[in-house]
């Protein structure tokens, strides 16, 4: 098991969406009309079912270890939480709760109402003494989630027959989100057991619209849960076909052996199906991602100790060009560690520094010392395993050899993807290029994690928190000091100035450069309809119908 922190482990769980492998691209499409063999569950027709195709095989079912996208997407869907987003949106509306929390003056504590004459697959009654075990369950048994709860919470209770008490550690205006976290699920306390390492993989009993009807190699089957509570799904069922790389599943929607497509296809497919929409047979369906891509400045490595080394580097930049080159347009610039996602997101590194703005970056380079005679020479390293990021990386050293006039050098460096993630918190990489995908929709989980120091210096940098996790080894105690008010503030108004003060701090400090925010694409059949995704990218089956 590795030692890297478990929010870095799941850069390496999680497969990119995009992907890419230059070499290939033409293979893939070159093979784009022969159809591949594979086997399905039930072909596409006319007793209602919905059949998803998609690459992504799920490790688990169990809530309570369950940390990649494949296992997450598909027990949101069997599930239900205390809140869930509003679709398309992260503002959060009760779903076993009745109500938003009553937060206690300290905001320590949480108290929720919970929705009564709800039952689980199995049909044990849902109360509040289930959801204190579901949610106590997710912290004790050590699962691969359990520190999004674990380091949060003091204590949970059923103060009450449908009455649920919750007590934090400190305070955390967070919470609510982390609530909605697809693990924080309610499961039956007659299946399952309390106990570390004591998981069920491949069962899952919980009270959602679906139960878990088949868990196969390559197909799983959901079925209607008839008792469910809530609005009963548009269609059948759910059959999810489980294909063995992108060109399988690019050429299993083309032939129409799945109704829907959904990660993870390759951004040359993406771009044909898109194309050929406008025949008829299919239509694309996009949303906003979550997942956010950025460039890490390690502060103790030469030049990068100089702000104006950094800077120059963010006004280099560009950000459309990236987009165009890399990713074939299938991302949203991104000017801000926080994503536009949310309505605090300012577009700070678009204000000050702008895409490829070559005049400004020369101009920091030579306030800091630097020339064509004595340029600033950088190394950029990334994981070997990462085809996106290698043409990002040699998208970067063409611009700046192309435009800068040999004032600053990129030299370009790999690693296999474990050896990467291990010692970038050891400070052995000056610039590295990481992904990120968020454990909650808050504009916290993209600050903390990157920008925490409690121990540390502004001489030596973090020795110990997000920052040295992350590489930048960044430190500021005005920093420290925000992420605690934002963090314990629950006046919306009063966070979000906090978070514009943090933002106008990294745009000046630049650890990090933001460069794009992930859109998400779904590709569904001609008559299938309301397919709809939420923010953390998961495909909402019960609206589907045909």
């Not at 924080?184 to 399952?192: G, H, I, Q």
């Not at 459309?320 to 074939?328: C, I």
């Not at 590489?471 to 979000?496: T, V």
Request: hydrophobic share 35%; proline share 7%; glycine share 6%.
């Amino acid at each position: 098991m590795p030692t890297f922190p478990v929010w870095l482990r799941r850069w390496g769980q999680m497969k990119r969406f995009l992907a890419l492998f230059a070499v290939c691209l033409f293979l893939v499409v070159s093979c784009g009309t022969r159809p591949q063999t594979t086997t399905t569950t039930t072909s596409p027709g006319g007793d209602g079912r919905i059949t998803i195709g998609t690459t992504g095989k799920p490790r688990t079912f169990d809530p309570a270890d369950s940390y990649e996208l494949s296992s997450l997407g598909i027990i949101f869907n069997m599930s239900d939480r205390l809140y869930v987003y509003e679709p398309g949106t992260t503002e959060i509306k009760p779903q076993l709760a009745t109500e938003m929390p009553k937060i206690s003056q300290d905001g320590l504590t949480y108290t929720i109402p919970l929705r009564q004459g709800v039952v689980f697959h199995d049909g044990t009654p849902f109360n509040a003494k289930a959801m204190a075990f579901s949610i106590e369950r997710f912290i004790k048994n050590g699962g691969k989630p359990s520190f999004l709860l674990a380091d949060t919470v003091e204590s949970v209770k059923a103060t009450g027959d449908y009455e649920l008490t919750i007590k934090l550690k400190k305070p955390f205006a967070a919470f609510p989100a982390l609530l909605a976290f697809s693990g924080v699920c309610p499961v039956s306390p007659k299946a399952y057991q309390l106990g570390a390492g004591k998981f069920k993989p491949d069962t899952f009993i919980g009270t959602g619209p679906y139960k878990l009807a088949k868990y196969g190699t390559d197909s799983i089957r959901l079925d209607v849960f008839e008792q469910y509570w809530g609005e009963k799904p548009a269609n059948k069922g759910i059959n999810i076909q489980i294909l063995s790389k992108p060109a399988n599943l690019f050429n299993s929607f083309r032939t129409n052996a799945v109704d829907i497509a959904y990660l993870s296809l390759e951004p040359i497919q993406i771009q044909n199906l898109e194309k050929d929409a406008d025949k008829g047979d299919w239509q694309v369906i996009t949303a906003a991602g979550s997942v956010v891509s950025y460039i890490t400045l390690n502060r103790n490595q030469k030049p990068l100790d100089q702000p104006e080394v950094r800077q120059a580097i963010a006004a280099m930049v560009d950000r459309p060009l990236l987009n165009q080159r890399v990713l074939f347009d299938q991302a949203e610039p991104l000017y801000s560690m926080i994503p536009t996602t949310f309505n605090v997101s300012q577009t700070l590194f678009k204000d000050k520094y702008g895409d490829g703005n070559v005049d400004k970056a020369k101009q920091l380079l030579t306030a800091a010392g630097f020339s064509p005679a004595n340029p600033a020479k950088i190394q950029i390293w990334y994981p070997s395993s990462s085809p996106t990021r290698s043409l990002v990386a040699q998208t970067l050293k063409a611009y700046a050899d192309k435009k800068m006039e040999g004032m600053l050098q990129f030299e370009i460096k790999t690693v296999e993807s474990a050896t990467f993630f291990k010692e970038i918190s050891k400070g052995l990489y000056p610039i590295s290029l990481i992904d990120w995908y968020p454990d909650f929709l808050d504009a916290d989980n993209y600050i903390q994690p990157f920008l925490d120091c409690k121990k540390g210096s502004e001489v030596k940098g973090c020795e110990d928190g997000g920052s040295q996790t992350q590489g930048s080894f960044y430190y500021s105690q005005a920093m420290n000091k925000l992420i605690d008010q934002q963090r314990k503030e629950l006046n919306p108004e009063a966070r979000a100035k906090i978070f514009a003060e943090i933002q106008n701090i990294i745009a000046e400090d630049v650890p990090y450069i933001p460069l794009w925010q992930s859109k998400d694409y779904v590709f569904a059949r001609k008559g299938v309809n309301e397919v709809k995704l939420n923010p953390t990218q998961n495909l909402i089956y019960k609206t589907i119908r045909k």
